[in-house]
């Protein structure tokens, strides 16, 4: 089996979408407070929830992402 | 709780005041009014001995202050049954002479309903003291000359809507209007059973003399017999009046019998606000029995078994639920068969909770009177007022109107119309919130 070199700019990258999926399911988590006049403090108490609306994201993009490079690799052929 | 226990109940928490000044009327069973009338005699007579009149002797029999001078009843049989109650009382055949004896101060009319406003008004204008068997009167005129009579003589007269005494309806009342079931947005009365309404005739030439009742020469049938204990409860929860009654009425079962009063009977009232009141009464099903219950927004008051039931919606879950909840709906829902206002629904099953402890539930099975429904209170207060010659403050307003408006649901019935009350039947009327 082949040795796998991530490099620093990957997980960079990976780091930062991981970001922004989680900023954006913070944002997913106000506006459900905000939409259904729920408590401010499911900011925190919530935070489960985000987590895991993060994973599902990450997961989501990664997917995309996949099929974007299966198709350029189908391309190039 | 019974009635002394609620009063001291109220005094423990500092609502003494508060529920007397709510409830002016329950001041005569107060303690402290009772002690104002300790040691003294109420001379009582009573006209018509028959079921409700025995019912009443056997309270007044308990009651300390009540001599019963005099008993009144033209069917002998009656007469003699109440006497073994009272063996010294004089018996009268004619109730006028009854009225003439001067040994009696109040007067207690328990006849058929097309007698009691002319008794009662030869009654007061004899200057006695005046306890009348609900309903008032026999028509709308009649009913606002008891009223004016009284006014005239400046009276004591007391309507037996036993329900304004009852300790379970004050506290219900009490919570209602304090919002405790949020805005009044329905009343709903009903009043079932399963018999034909009739007593045993010893002969044929008495019917309709035992049977008054189902005759529409004597009575206004269930509206009057029933219905006018459940119309007050709507304008004391309500703390107004309706506006306009409609109503259907047959005689769609019992119908064999020669009777002509209807023995099934649906009226709604509505009030100014837009709220409807309603009563339905049929005697040849009894499953849902009799019901007393005053809607609102927030929670339902059902007077007859004492319970408050909550319209708290049920816990939501977080917002991030929700939302969820609100996409997974979207995804499965199906355009065609559209949204929720296709879910049936059934009632709810939320426990009650009791408005009040160890209190008796009447079923409204019995045609004489039930246990613990106020009538005991209603007698006594009768008896402070014969004594003292008070009259209790509000009630006979809200007396004076379910009568009023039982008749006019009745008249409505017959007119297949819509019909509001006269103007010339208003008389003051001071919500009792
Ligand atoms: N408040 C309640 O919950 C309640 C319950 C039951 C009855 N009631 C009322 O009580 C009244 C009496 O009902 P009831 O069931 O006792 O009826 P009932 O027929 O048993 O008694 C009526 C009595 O009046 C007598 N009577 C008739 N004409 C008379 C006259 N001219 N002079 C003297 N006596 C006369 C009759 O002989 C009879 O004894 C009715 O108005 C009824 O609506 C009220």
Known sequence: MKDTIITAGAKRRELWILLACFVVANMVNWYAIIRFAAPWYEIFTQIGYVVVTTLVFYLLILILRLAQKLIVYLKQK | ?433
């Open chain 2, 1 to 433: 709780m019974n009635r002394k226990e609620f009063l001291a109940d109220c005094g423990k928490k500092g609502l003494a005041g508060v529920a007397l000044s709510l409830f002016p009327w329950l001041e005569s069973c107060s303690e402290k009014a009772q002690q104002e009338v300790k040691g003294e005699k109420a001379r009582i007579g009573m006209i018509g001995t028959g079921s409700r009149g025995l019912y009443h002797i056997k309270n007044l029999l308990r009651m300390p202050n009540v001599e019963m001078v005099a008993l009144c009843d033209d069917y002998r049989p009656h007469l003699e049954n109440a006497a073994q109650y009272y063996p010294n009382a004089k018996l009268y055949d004619d109730y006028r002479k009854l009225l003439e004896d001067k040994s009696v101060d109040g007067v207690i009319v328990t006849t058929p309903l097309y007698l009691h406003g002319r008794i009662t008004m030869d009654a007061l204008r004899a200057g006695k003291r005046v306890f009348c068997e609900k309903s008032m009167a026999f028509t709308l005129d009649e009913a606002l000359d008891v009223y004016n009579c009284r006014k005239e003589m400046n009276g004591v007269l007391l309507i037996g809507q036993q329900r304004l005494f009852d300790p379970k309806y004050a506290r219900a009342m009490q919570m209602i209007h304090e919002g405790k079931i949020g805005k009044v947005v329905g009343v709903r009365n009903y009043w079932y059973r399963n018999n034909d309404w009739r007593r045993e005739v010893p002969s044929p030439e008495l019917e309709r003399r035992i049977n008054w009742r189902l005759y529409s020469e004597y009575s206004r049938g269930l509206m009057t017999e029933l219905a006018c204990h459940h119309l007050q409860n709507g304008s004391w929860a309500m703390g107004m009046l309706p506006e306009k009654v409609m109503g259907s009425g047959s005689l769609l079962h019992w119908n064999k019998d020669g009777r002509d009063v209807y023995d099934a009977v649906s009226a709604i009232f509505t009030y100014p606000n837009g709220v409807n009141m309603t009563f339905e009464s049929i005697i040849s099903n009894k499953h849902f029995g009799m019901g007393e219950q005053i809607l609102g927004t927030e929670g339902t008051i059902d007077l007859v078994t004492c319970m408050r039931y909550t319209d708290e919606p049920a816990p939501k879950g977080s917002g991030m639920h929700q939302l969820v909840a609100q996409i997974e709906n979207g995804v499965m829902s199906n355009s065609v068969f559209a949204g929720t206002s296709w879910a049936a629904e059934t009632s709810s099953l939320a426990p009650g909770i009791p408005i009040m402890d160890n209190v008796t539930i009447s079923t409204g099975e019995s045609t004489v009177g039930a246990e613990a429904d106020g009538s005991i209170e209603i007698m006594e207060a009768f008896v402070h007022a014969v004594i003292t010659g008070k009259q209790p403050e509000k009630v006979l307003e809200e007396s004076y109107y379910a009568t009023q408006f039982a008749l006019l649901a009745d008249k409505a019935m017959h007119e297949n119309a819509i019909l509001t009350l006269d103007e010339k039947y208003r008389v003051p009327y001071e919500p009792m919130k």
